[in-house]
């Protein structure tokens, strides 16, 4: 079989299976945050934190609950990591240093995953269980309560409510990914991923030396952090390490595992509206972008520039033999488009076309189909500018959903737009001025500014991926960073949720010959024009100068 024949069977049956559990799944998700009745265990938490989970709140007071859980997660996975010498399972590791135990505090509860140490070398079982894996359902499942509280700003009419972050964050992680990563967990276990509590195993090399293996309890936390689209893994070589990642298949799952919520949610999104056009345009953008990299990639990977990729015949540096360069660039395609950041081949080693694609997917917004949540309030907000964009044309006021599109809303939706290229280039020029990163610099060059470029586009979007060529352990890095992961998180999160409480209030205005449609293909293609526009004018000439710099050099 050809590599390419192989390489379109993998896509076909990724595509095939979500394609088969796109409609039950949006369902689900839409029941689980529409229904009026809540589970036993959940009336539990509710009575234990002493929630009223039949109130509703404000905007302001939804957010307040976001950040305010947000920053309690934040403190308590850096406590546990500055605590680690006292804790069970630490297996004699001592406490993680200050500037490393806030970047990882704050790159886990942002949903980034950004790992700036060893994981298996730094961390206990004990914290990367009740720590880590903790925060990665947590994180995942404020994503979703955000996305949903948007939802509801188009549904409901007249009224300042959005629902309860306490009952959508519980929900999120009862009834959604708690039962979803138990099961992908035991499909893991059964493909041989690691799940011990040991501290390592002591096995021969083919080499006759013996070597101690670290062990962790690695299925709990992979299933979760692919679901989640979170990214960590317990492993410095995440899902290229064969505890994390045994198979080809199990690369499949991954990707299956990181893209069906994200997907899914544009089903639920239409349901919600009573409109299920409305997410099938969105479905469409979605595939439409993620057909496009994928194909660029691909090409790139099997159509190399440079002397050594060429003499080998494509581009295999970096990339684990157990996946082709197919397996390699779905999982790399995806993880980018999904705010992820798990990798199963190093970015740093693709084609400079290649990596591009892979900068492109983030710098996009992380729309196709975008992280847990953030995927689909990231799209709704590209459909706001798309739809006030059109009513400048044709000097209409601009109505989306029922709702008009004022001033106070185009504002909400271009603070949410703007946070991340301005941490992004910001950040990126700071870096540059410093001598201290060139010397940090695996590169030189257009690669270099590429890896700079790449490490704050992968924190501002809380993807949480790198080129790994870059060396940020020092305190800029792991400050700066940390600050781009923070401000990229909440401050689109605040303005996504003011945005959400401006359209709850207004009345729904019927449909009128002035009304744009959106639930068709003139809108998608507005609505992907929009989104490649706005990427383009901000960051095609840092683009030039490194991704683009490179794969014609």
């Known amino acids: 079989m050809s590599p390419i024949t192989a390489g379109l069977i993998q896509a076909g049956v990724l595509v095939f299976a979500l394609a088969l559990i796109y409609r039950p799944a949006g369902a689900y998700l839409a029941s689980v945050y529409t229904s009026r009745k809540h589970l036993r265990l959940e009336r539990f938490l509710y009575r234990l934190v002493g929630v009223d989970p039949d109130s509703d709140q404000r905007w302001s ?5 976001v950040l305010g859980f947000s920053l309690v997660s934040v403190l308590s996975l850096y406590l546990i ?61 404020v994503g979703l309560a955000v996305a949903v509280a948007l939802i509801r700003g188009f549904v409901r009419s007249g009224t300042d409510r959005l629902g309860n972050v306490w009952v959508d964050i519980t929900r999120g992680v009862v009834r ?52 989640g689209t979170n990214g960590g893994g317990v492993y410095n070589a995440n899902s290229a390490h ?28 239409g349901i919600m509206v009573g409109d299920r056009r409305q997410g099938t345009v969105l479905i469409a953008v979605i595939t439409l972008f993620w057909t496009a990299l994928s194909a660029v990639t691909w090409w790139a990977e099997t159509h190399p520039n440079g002397p050594a990729t060429l003499a080998a015949g494509a581009a295999m540096e970096g990339k684990e033999v157990r996946f082709d360069i197919a397996s390699s660039v779905l999982f790399a395609v995806s993880t ?31 729309i196709a189909p975008g992280g847990v949540g953030a995927g689909l309030y990231g799209l709704l907000v590209i459909a706001v500018i798309a739809v006030f964009l059109a009513g400048l044309m044709v000097g209409r006021s601009p109505e989306y959903l029922g709702k008009r599109l004022g001033r106070t809303e185009v504002t909400c939706a271009a603070i949410s737009l703007l946070t991340m290229p301005a941490l992004v280039l910001l950040g990126t020029g700071w870096a540059l001025t410093r001598s201290e990163t060139l010397e940090a610099l695996g590169n030189e060059g257009p690669h270099g500014l590429s890896e700079v470029l790449y490490a704050y586009a992968s924190a501002a979007n809380n993807n949480g991926s790198a080129f790994a ?52 293909v003139l809108f998608a293609g507005l609505l992907a024009g929009t989104a490649v526009f706005l990427a383009a004018l901000t960051f095609l000439p840092v683009l030039a100068l490194g991704p683009i710099a490179e794969a014609l050099a």
């Open 242 to 269: 064969p505890f994390e990642n045994p198979a080809a298949w199990t690369s499949i799952l991954q990707v299956f595992l990181l893209l069906v919520i994200p997907v899914c949610l544009t089903r639920t999104f």
């Open 336 to 366: 980018t488009g999904t705010s992820t950041g798990a990798v199963n081949a190093m970015h740093d080693s693709f084609t400079g076309l290649g990596g591009g694609a892979l900068l492109l997917n983030m710098l996009l917004g992380e």
């Open 81 to 141: 990591q500055r605590l680690q010498a006292l804790l069970p399972l630490s297996f004699d590791r001592g406490p993680v240093d200050e500037g490393t135990a806030f970047n990882t505090a704050v790159s886990f509860a942002t949903n980034t995953n950004w790992q700036s140490y060893v994981p298996e070398n730094t961390l206990g079982s004990f914290v990367q269980a009740a720590g880590l894996t903790v925060q990665n359902f947590l994180s995942a499942a």
């Open 176 to 227: 959604v990914l708690l039962p979803v990563a138990f099961v992908a967990a035991v499909l893991f276990v059964s493909a041989g991923v690691v799940m011990s509590l040991a501290e390592s195993v002591r096995v021969t090399g083919l080499d006759g030396i013996t070597h101690d293996v670290p062990l962790a309890p690695v299925a709990s936390q992979e299933a979760i952090k692919i679901l």
């Open 469 to 520: 060529g870059l060396t940020v352990t020092d305190d800029f890095f792991q400050s700066t960073l940390g600050v781009a992961m923070l401000f990229g998180r909440f401050l689109p999160i605040i303005a996504v949720l003011a945005l959400a409480g401006a359209l709850a209030r207004q009345r729904t205005v019927p449909q009128g010959e002035g009304t744009l449609p959106t639930g068709g």
């Open 61 to 65: 007071g939804y957010a307040i609950g």
